[in-house]
């Protein structure tokens, strides 16, 4: 590979991989089986999130991430969803909310007690319908609060205004399945990719197309902002089905100015970016290695470090964000590693090996924080603004005065013909249409057993009134 017999002085040359012992995973986790090319992992400083495999329904495990070891087998789960859980995200600035999106065209908002779940959660804080078909990925805005899109596989991204709960705004310009979205660090830019083998980058709140391009030499699958470098990383497939990464100007899609073939696997390459450092990480689906570059804005741009190997292979990979790190340790980045064969989260923490005890400042600079930037209205109104950044000097001790507050929202309808078309959604897969079959045989079977009630209590009361009426002439 081109990479390798270069050689460049950097202080993330040595970085290692370096995996949790036992009592630190998470044990026991039914680990979803479903093969939607996706994380089903989402951390944040309190909680892991994983989507777990559920007969009926779909549901995922929320588990305090100090809470590590063997978990019980009848662990209380969110399982409001009546179709598979597909994609699932943390808000950035309340830890308590998540969002998640399932095969039955909903997106919904949760609100995770402290300490973690006690029972099963089936009420979810908003219910969010706007697709007409399942929901494949969601993602938070990185400055703004309340602002969540959605893609679904009706080739429609959907930009949702919390504070209001509704759509505000429809990207229509897709024609086939959205593959991935990614925004830039002040949320102003969104790119996507496409199974119609398009990459495009789009002004959200407008919805126009800035830039699109479709490369033969280079099938994109997954797409990711690099910063602020005005630069986009793609991850896909050469004409030789080679696995390969490709670096893009955002301004001019025509070509990429970088292209590296990675390795012949068939596994999707998922690529995780650290702005911080300019570390890029790329993980593929089934493998069991982590490789990692350094991104630079000078020749070769691309820089080979090291990999992670492993033996066991990962369904997907968690992020835990800059400010739940271990600043003593040196840690840069921390991935929480899937493993469904041994129901396993098994925590890889990056470290870059120092000496010193101190706190490291040319490996910790400032980072986008946990405040918002601005508001959802405001965003929407045309504002941009960069992230609120934090420091990790002093550690994270976060002052918990935001609440998130979710729109009392008025149950609206759609009666056609006497059906409410929101309240009886056709069912999509066989599973779902046998949950309907019986949830209508025992809706029929109460309403029978009511309505058998309801007939004695009228012929006791006519028998009452018949002595009643009895009763009086006697008494006159």
């Not at 995922?60 to 995200?89: E, M, T, W």
């Not at 979810?124 to 007409?132: D, I, K, M, N, T």
């Amino acid at each position: 590979m081109s990479w390798r017999p270069t050689y460049r002085s950097s202080k993330f040359r040595n970085v290692y991989g370096k995996v949790a012992n036992r009592e630190h995973c998470f044990d026991g986790v039914p680990v979803t089986k479903n093969v939607h090319d996706n994380h089903f992992c989402a951390v944040n400083s309190k909680f892991v999130a994983v989507v777990t495999e559920s007969a009926g329904g779909g549901s995922f495990i929320v588990i305090p991430v100090s809470q590590s070891g063997r978990l019980d087998s009848h662990y209380p789960k969110v399982c409001g969803h009546q179709g598979n859980v597909l994609d699932i995200k943390w808000n950035p600035f309340f830890e308590n909310i998540i969002a998640s999106c399932s095969e039955d065209t909903s997106v919904r908002i949760w609100e995770i007690p402290e300490g973690g779940l006690r029972r099963n959660m089936t009420e979810a804080v908003l219910e969010l319908y706007g697709h007409s078909r399942r929901v494949g990925l969601i993602e938070w805005h990185p400055t703004a609060s309340g602002i969540l899109f959605s893609a679904g596989y009706d080739y429609k991204i959907l930009i949702w205004n919390l504070e209001i709960g509704e759509p505000v705004k429809m990207i229509d310009c897709h024609t086939d399945v959205i593959l991935s979205m990614s925004l830039n660090t002040d949320g102003s830019l969104l790119a996507t990719s496409c199974k119609d083998k398009m990459l495009r980058v789009i002004e959200p709140r407008s919805g126009s197309v800035l830039q699109q391009a479709s490369y033969k030499n280079h099938r994109v699958n997954r797409v990711v902002f690099l910063g602020n470098m005005k630069r986009l990383l793609t991850t896909g497939v050469s004409r030789w089905n080679t696995r390969q990464i490709a670096l893009w100007d955002q301004e001019d899609l025509s070509m990429p100015f970088v292209e590296e073939d990675i390795d012949g696997l068939s596994g999707l390459l998922f690529p995780f970016y650290d702005a911080d450092t300019h570390m890029l990480y790329l993980a593929g689906k089934g493998d069991g290695n982590i490789r990692y570059f350094e991104i630079t804005t000078e020749k070769p741009y691309i820089q080979y470090l090291m990999e992670f190997r492993s033996p066991a292979p990962q369904k997907g990979l968690g992020v835990m964000p800059k400010h739940g790190l271990d600043v003593a340790a040196c840690e840069v980045f921390r991935f929480y590693k899937l493993v469904t064969l041994k129901g396993l989260i098994e925590p890889i923490s990056m470290i870059v090996p120092r000496r010193s005890d101190t706190y490291q400042e040319d490996i910790y600079p400032m980072t986008a924080g946990t405040e918002p930037a601005l508001s959802a209205s405001e965003w929407l109104s045309g504002i941009n603004r960069d992230p609120v950044l934090m420091s990790l000097k002093e550690g994270y001790n976060r002052p918990n005065q935001l609440v998130f507050k979710a729109p009392v929202k008025e149950k609206k309808s759609a009666v056609v013909n006497g059906i409410d078309l929101l309240e009886n959604v056709p069912p999509r897969t066989e599973n779902e249409l046998l949950r309907m079959f019986f949830r209508q045989q025992d809706e029929l079977r109460r309403l029978k057993e009511e309505l058998t009630t309801k007939d004695v209590r009228i012929r006791q009361l006519e028998l009452e009134l018949n002595n009643l009426k009895n009763v009086s002439p006697n008494n006159v």
